[in-house]
């Protein structure tokens, strides 16, 4: 019940395209779900995050699409470039907790 | 402001040794938490703290300790280092417990040999 699965595990999408990454969770105790950026030997980024009561929320290129029903949440990342292929990870913490439960990472590659 | 520091970067040691790992928060930053993350089982939490104080422990051996300063300076520590040690541990700060907001540090780097 404490698990995030994430997919797919990698992707290639040319450059200009949308890039969709997912992610599923079980218990619904989870109230904020962030998505992290990271670029081979960084330490990850947090790029953006939401809240279950609100089913999107944008920033520049990257959208968080929320369906609370379905207990599923994905990345949207519009006009893809070069610059955005790295390994990008979903979360979900607890109310109340700090703890970041993880996906497993998708390798996003963008082909110029 | 300077982000979250974590020091060292880059550490070698082998089986048997122990290991502290160092990590400050951004300023004004407040909780702290430490992540281990390999190919294989990816990020896995392994303490958080919040006025020195341990929150939360995940689900790692008794060789794995940590502690948090007053000055919110954390540190974390494994003896009795195995192979499957070897890891990027992460360090990430937020302003106060609860605050989901979370950053991390760099990575320090350990293989364990």
């Known amino acids: 019940q404490q698990q995030v699965k994430q997919s797919p595990q990698s992707l290639i999408v040319q450059k200009g395209g949308i890039s969709i990454i997912n992610c599923a969770y079980e218990?619904?105790?989870?109230?904020?779900f962030p998505w992290y950026q990271q670029f081979p030997g960084k330490g990850p980024a947090l790029l953006i995050a939401?809240?279950?009561?609100?089913s999107e929320k944008k920033e520049g290129r990257f959208t968080i699409s929320f369906n609370k029903s379905a207990k599923q949440f994905s990345l949207h990342i519009m006009d893809s470039q070069p610059g955005d292929s790295a390994t990008y990870f979903c979360?979900?913490?607890?109310?109340?907790?700090?703890?970041?439960?993880f996906g497993q990472g998708t390798r996003l590659t963008i082909n110029p | 402001k300077a982000g979250v520091t974590q020091t060292p970067r880059y550490l070698i040691k082998t089986r048997g040794q122990q290991v502290t790992l160092s990590c400050s928060p951004i300023s004004g930053h407040r909780s702290v938490s430490w992540y281990q993350q390999t190919p294989g089982q990816g990020l896995q939490f392994l303490f958080e703290?919040?006025?020195?104080?341990?929150?939360n422990k995940g689900n790692f051996p008794g060789r794995f300790s940590g502690r948090q300063f007053s000055n919110s300076r954390s540190e974390m520590n494994v003896s009795t280092l195995e192979l499957g040690d070897s890891a990027l541990y992460l360090c990430?700060?937020?302003?106060?417990?609860?605050?989901?907001?979370?950053?991390f540090g760099p990575g320090t780097r350990l293989t364990v040999l």
């Open positions: 703290y919040f006025s020195e104080t341990q929150r």
């Open positions: 979360a979900a913490v607890l109310q109340g907790a700090q703890k970041l439960v």
């Open positions: 939401i809240r279950p009561d609100v």
């Open positions: 990430a700060s937020s302003l106060v417990f609860g605050n989901n907001e979370q950053f």
């Open positions: 218990n619904t105790a989870f109230d904020y």
